[in-house]
């Protein structure tokens, strides 16, 4: 009775040659995947951390709509968000939390940024997850009921809160990494365009558009990617 045949060295190297191909092929949009995956749970948890801290402070500085927003952003940060949140760094200017420049975020097409980082006097802040969030000191429902005027940026510098899910790191884009949410009359806090239809907010939320309503598209998507993501 013959032996087991042992493979030869020229089989083992196609083999260890055709598991690298299909490695090659697979690993990188196995990681891409992930990445996403990753970014699409820090923004809803973002959400979800935002609104649990509006609902803590509001326990002990009454109801949102009572909040002092003539108080200046860092005392009105102080008072109102950072106790109920995991705040590490204050970003008084962008070269404090190591991003190049003042006006970091970009648009799909990379073609204009959308607004500086100290914008409407705000203060980003870093939490200990590695999430900023740049926070006005103004909110409310000011233009909320008018969908024509959510690109007006006196509106979301007023009650928008724009959230970067990765820092400084790139690309630094709307849509990717930089999602836009917004803070309701009662405090409440979801992506901006919730309230629009579908229609405007897939020509938003496209490689054409300008990319605000996109944590609203991934929402109504049960917070997972579509083919048609502007990734």
């Not at 940060?77 to 760094?89: R, W």
Request: glycine residues 8%.
């Amino acid at each position: 009775m013959k032996g087991n045949r042992a493979f030869t060295l020229a089989e083992v190297l196609i083999t260890i040659g055709i598991i690298g191909v299909v490695a090659a092929m697979t690993i990188p949009n196995l990681l891409t995947k992930m990445d996403r995956d990753k970014k699409i749970a820090t923004v809803r948890k973002a959400q979800s951390i935002l609104n649990q801290a509006i609902k803590l402070s509001t326990i002990d500085n009454e109801d949102y709509e009572a909040w002092d927003t003539s108080l200046p952003p860092r005392e009105y940060l102080d008072k109102y968000y950072t106790p109920y949140m995991k705040v590490i760094a204050y970003c008084d200017t962008y070269a404090k939390c190591n991003y190049k420049s003042a006006a970091p975020w970009s648009r799909y097409s990379g073609n204009g940024d959308y607004t500086g980082f100290n914008a409407f006097n705000r203060i980003p802040i870093f939490t200990l997850d590695g999430i900023l969030y740049s926070i006005s000191q103004t909110g409310g429902s000011h233009g909320q009921e008018d969908p024509d005027q959510v690109y007006d940026f006196n509106y979301i510098g007023s009650n928008g809160v724009f959230i970067d899910v990765n820092g400084p790191n790139k690309p630094n884009r709307f849509g990717n990494d930089v999602f836009m949410l917004v803070r309701n009359q009662d405090g409440s806090v979801m992506p901006l365009g919730y309230n629009l239809p579908d229609s405007k907010i897939n020509q938003d939320c496209s490689k054409q558009g300008k990319c605000l309503y996109c944590a609203e598209k991934l929402r109504r998507n049960g917070w997972k990617s579509t083919n048609d993501y502007p990734w």
